[in-house]
């Protein structure tokens, strides 16, 4: 992998010559990781006019869970305890014979810019912007296989879930349950707190789980996702408790399972992400629940569960090959429930076969 984080590193370097930046530092953890192999707590990665550091506060953790090192890269410990490895970077920067350095200002806090300048006055401050999160949009094969490991995880954990008892158990048991599954099944941990969505809370984005009791006759909306090596990705479904489903909803669930067949099918390389939002949110509207209907459709996963690309009604540009991405519509209504159905795939050319499904569990409307 170290050619991979070196290949990783040029490509930005290059970004930061093209604008006038002899070095840059990068402080947002994800984006660390992605260009040294790990972020160990509070670390910062210095990309400098000689020499690439890792500044970090203390020894890096040895856990595989959180990323090994690229062993081309200098690990830099600051000597005492309290340092801020950023501010040592600016001063490593400065050593380096760099005149500027480019920060991520939508990360770096008003404090440490602060620190920045008065520690090093002669280095010139400017904005790297997301140049590290769009050179992260696009994934190689071995971030996919990774994205693939967590969902086969989560899919497992789901699955296990669907054969045990639920009636009578509280969401937030579930939710408990689910994440123990992820972990026993070989995820790092949950990609994210876990939703489980019951009766009238049903179909709601990001629900958090309460003391409410599962029932006969509800629906149960899941949504929960795994972390393997960093990566992280995710899957929801709906079900209803009990042996018939009432009309109302066999009705709403097909409903938003044309929607998501609608936003799956759309994505290909080239593809407009604007597109793919109004491909699944068109079905929802036009059957009248507009008002309903979640800001996005879907976003880009990785080492951050909602990265670039937003599918959403406003986004600005288009699909790439190996782009994985969620789609995930939903109608919520007040008081009654709701449906969402959730999937992560890797958006690929027709010819490969079209967008490859990562989370395979079945969406026909079961009855548990």
Known sequence: MSEVYAARRTRLRERCNAVGSTSALISRPANVRYLAGA??????????????????????????SEGRPDEALRVHILPGAGGDPAVAAGDLAAAQGGDSVAV?????????????RSVVPRLRLTDLGGAVEQLRIIKDEEEISCLR????????????????????????????ELERRLVDHGADGPAFPTSVATGP???????????????????????LGATYRGY??????????????????????????????????????????????????????????????????????????????????AAMGKLDACVPVTVEPGVHLPGRGGVRIDDTLVVRPEADGGPELLTITTKELLAL
Do not use: N
């Open 39 to 64: 972020a160990p707590l509070g670390a910062v990665l210095l990309l400098g006019k000689t020499e690439d550091l890792l500044v970090c506060s203390g020894p890096p953790d040895d856990r595989p």
């Open 104 to 116: 991520e200002e939508h990360h770096l806090t008003v404090a440490r810019h602060r620190a920045l």
């Open 149 to 176: 490991i967590g969902a086969e995880i989560a899919d497992q954990a789901l699955g296990e879930l669907l054969e045990s008892i639920l009636v009578g158990r509280t969401e937030r048991h579930l939710a408990l």
């Open 201 to 223: 809370y049903s179909g709601r984005r990001a629900h958090r789980p309460t003391d409410r009791r599962v029932e006969e006759g509800d629906f149960l909306s899941v949504c």
């Open 232 to 313: 992280r990705c995710e899957i929801g479904r709906t079900f209803v408790i009990g042996t018939s489903p009432a009309d109302w909803q066999i009705e709403l669930y097909d409903l938003v399972f044309a929607a998501q067949r609608a936003g799956r099918e759309a994505l290909a390389p080239g593809a407009a992400y604007r597109d793919v939002d109004r491909a699944a949110r068109q079905v929802l509207d036009s059957a009248g629940y507009a008002e309903a209907l979640p800001v996005l459709t879907g976003h880009g996963v990785g080492l951050e569960i909602e990265e670039d690309p937003q599918l959403a009604p």
